[in-house]
């Protein structure tokens, strides 16, 4: 069977979770051959993993490429204008996403053939969204809908034209598309499946939807344009949960999300993370002082501002204790690494107690390096540093958010997201009683033997290709598919929570595991 995996801002270019689950994939299924398709940001990324075998294809997809300058012409615009009027329409609140899965097709059409910059970069495509702008807030009457100024039109043009790039690409012939995230990714998976039939299977790690509300405050852009985008990305994210085949989040959790947004409960397949008991060894030994250990990106969703102000409360009960952080800064995460070092020094912690030591190699190294393991993710799906120190045998202080609980079970401590004090009561509970730390690790090293073993991950994903592949699915017609009745939707509100804008809009390198909006920045096309 060959399969392209889509990937968004992860695997190749980037490290991370979901890129250690995309390689753990291609290595435990060696008699598939894959094609990679990874939408990235300018295209110059580097392949940072070394492929395996059975990898064919590498094709890049660069949402913010220049891109040749070209006038669109008369009869370009004349052909196009129709079709960005029902695009645009099919965001409406009131039009409930009628027309929307007929518009991507129609646009799909104009950026194969290379057309859609020069048509959506036009006056007159910025004069028709001025001149009726759809009214994509939800909380709003239309009594209070706002006038479109000239550069709110051409930000939502740029937006709109740079996410729809992926749709350049030619439906794949290939057996199966895999989509290891919700969102852009799920373009071509998309175009596949409405030209060729393709069986299309979507992996969740985190919730697309959720980390980008978290990834785009209010604040981060206009509302007007802010309400646009996020809505075209609601109906994008809608449209893949209806239409793929299997949808396997990497935790129950995310299946809330998936079905308040449309997805047929019968099609959701659980399916955990996985890690190799072999490759972390059970630590034997212990630090001469009460250490913490932190693993992970120095990126707001991490919550790097948590992590030090319950350490600073730590040292205030355990003065000679110590935080040590081993993870590298993304690109375009510098400024968000400047500010955590700067308040680590305005909580008196540049002496030596908390330190931000970098990459480490093995990684599994950083876990014997402390007594407990400390996450304070706002937004996770299953995290790999949770069942990698729980494999070693370290209990873990984590923030109960996504999958977290369903992989720490009772074998370390959940606490509330953004509560300093709750972290550190916990990290000192743990810290201070030797007995309770040795429980903890002893069961979490044998809930990680018994359920989240690698080869029991991708056994089933295995499992999931072969069922997908017997199956002879017919092209969807789409007149047919939107006669179909579908369950009213559920309005999901916006998380409170919101990621600090510390880093600019366009997230290169960052590794939110599914990139919500990470390419996203102001700007002229291409």
Same mark, same amino acid.
């Not at 009726?132 to 209070?144: V, Y």
């Not at 790690?205 to 309400?227: D, I, K, N, T």
């Not at 809330?256 to 060894?281: Q, Y």
């Given at each position: 069977m060959?399969i392209?995996l ?8 980037h490290?991370g979770?979901?890129?250690?689950w995309c ?10 051959s894959?094609d ?9 990324e580097k392949?940072?993993?070394?492929m395996?075998p ?16 070209r ?5 370009l615009?004349n052909r196009f204008m129709?079709?960005?009027e ?6 409406a609140?009131?039009? &409930? *996403?009628? =027309?929307?899965?007929?518009? @991507? ?10 057309? +859609? !910059? ?8 910025v004069?028709?969204?001025?001149a009726?702008?759809?009214n994509?807030?939800?909380r709003l009457?239309s ?8 550069a709110?039109?051409v ?9 729809l ?16 995230? &919700? *969102?852009l =990714?799920?373009?071509?998976? @998309? ?5 060729n039939?393709?069986?299309?299977? +979507? !992996? ?5 939807l959720?980390?980008?509300?978290l990834?785009h405050?209010?604040?981060s852009?206009s509302?007007l ?5 996020l ?19 990497v935790c129950?959790?995310?299946r809330?999300?998936?079905i308040?947004n449309?997805t047929?409960?019968s099609r959701?397949?659980?399916v955990?993370?996985g ?8 630590a034997t030994?212990e630090p ?19 992590l030090?102000r319950?350490f ?6 355990l003065?000679?204790a ?16 400047d500010?955590c ?21 093995p ?5 014997h ?8 993710s706002?937004s996770?799906?299953?995290?790999y ?8 045998g370290?209990p873990?202080?984590a ?25 550190a ?5 743990l810290?201070s009683?030797?007995?309770k ?10 809930r990680v ?5 690698v080869k029991?991950?991708f ?9 997908l592949?017997?199956?002879?699915l017919?092209t ?6 939107e ?9 999901v509100a916006?998380?409170?929570?919101t990621?600090?804008?510390?880093r600019?809009?366009?997230?290169q390198?960052?590794?939110l ?14």
């Amino acid at each position: 069977m060959n399969i392209t995996l889509i990937t968004e801002g992860t695997y190749p270019h980037h490290m991370g979770g979901v890129s250690v689950w995309c390689d753990q994939l291609l290595t435990h299924i060696p008699d598939h051959s894959f094609d990679i398709l990874a939408i990235s940001g300018s295209g110059d990324e580097k392949n940072v993993w070394e492929m395996t075998p059975n990898v064919g294809r590498v094709t890049t997809v660069p949402l913010w490429a220049p891109v040749p300058s070209r006038r669109a012409s008369r009869e370009l615009r004349n052909r196009f204008m129709p079709v960005q009027e029902r695009f645009l329409q099919s965001l409406a609140v009131e039009n &409930n *996403g009628a =027309g929307f899965v007929q518009s @991507l097709q129609e646009l799909a059409e104009f950026a194969r053939a290379g057309e +859609l !910059t020069a048509a959506m970069s036009s006056e007159d495509a910025v004069s028709m969204l001025m001149a009726d702008p759809p009214n994509c807030q939800e909380r709003l009457g239309s009594e209070e809908h706002e006038r479109l100024s000239v550069a709110d039109a051409v930000d939502i043009l740029v937006r709109l034209e740079h996410s729809l790039r992926p749709l350049t690409v030619p439906p794949s012939e290939t057996d199966l598309c895999h989509a290891t995230a &919700n *969102g852009l =990714g799920t373009l071509p998976a @998309l175009a596949a499946k409405w030209a060729n039939g393709t069986p299309f299977l +979507l !992996t969740e790690h985190g919730v697309y939807l959720r980390e980008f509300y978290l990834a785009h405050p209010p604040g981060s852009m206009s509302q007007l344009a802010r309400s646009t985008v996020l809505r075209f990305f609601k109906l994008l994210i809608e449209t893949a949960y209806q239409y793929a085949d299997i949808v396997a989040p990497v935790c129950r959790y995310n299946r809330l999300w998936e079905i308040a947004n449309g997805t047929p409960p019968s099609r959701i397949r659980p399916v955990h993370n996985g890690v190799d008991p072999k490759a972390f060894s059970v630590a034997t030994s212990e630090p001469a002082l009460p250490t913490l250990v932190f693993v992970g990106r120095i990126d707001p969703l991490k919550d790097i501002e948590t992590l030090l102000r319950s350490f600073a409360e730590v040292r205030a009960k355990l003065p000679n204790a110590r935080l040590r952080m081993f993870g590298p800064t993304p690109e375009g995460g510098e400024a968000y690494f400047d500010h955590c070092v700067q308040l680590s020094t305005d909580l008196g912690l540049a002496d030596g107690g908390a330190t931000f030591e970098g990459k480490i190699s093995p990684p599994a190294q950083a876990y014997h390096m402390g007594q407990v393991v400390v996450l304070t993710s706002i937004s996770e799906g299953l995290p790999y540093v949770v069942l990698e120190a729980m494999a070693s045998g370290r209990p873990v202080v984590a923030t109960d958010v996504g999958g977290v609980a369903e992989a720490v079970g009772d074998a370390g401590i959940l606490v509330p997201p953004k509560d300093p004090s709750a972290v550190a009561a916990a990290c000192v509970k743990l810290l201070s009683d030797k007995r309770k730390r040795k429980a903890l690790g002893r069961v979490a090293r044998a809930r990680v033997l018994e359920l989240f073993d690698v080869k029991r991950c991708f056994d089933t994903y295995l499992g999931l290709y072969e069922e997908l592949a017997k199956h002879e699915l017919e092209t969807i017609d789409l007149r047919e598919f939107e006669q179909v009745e579908v369950a009213e939707p559920v309005e999901v509100a916006e998380p409170r929570e919101t990621v600090p804008s510390y880093r600019p809009a366009a997230f290169q390198g960052s590794s939110l595991k599914v990139r919500p909006g990470r390419f996203f920045k102001p700007g002229v096309l291409g």
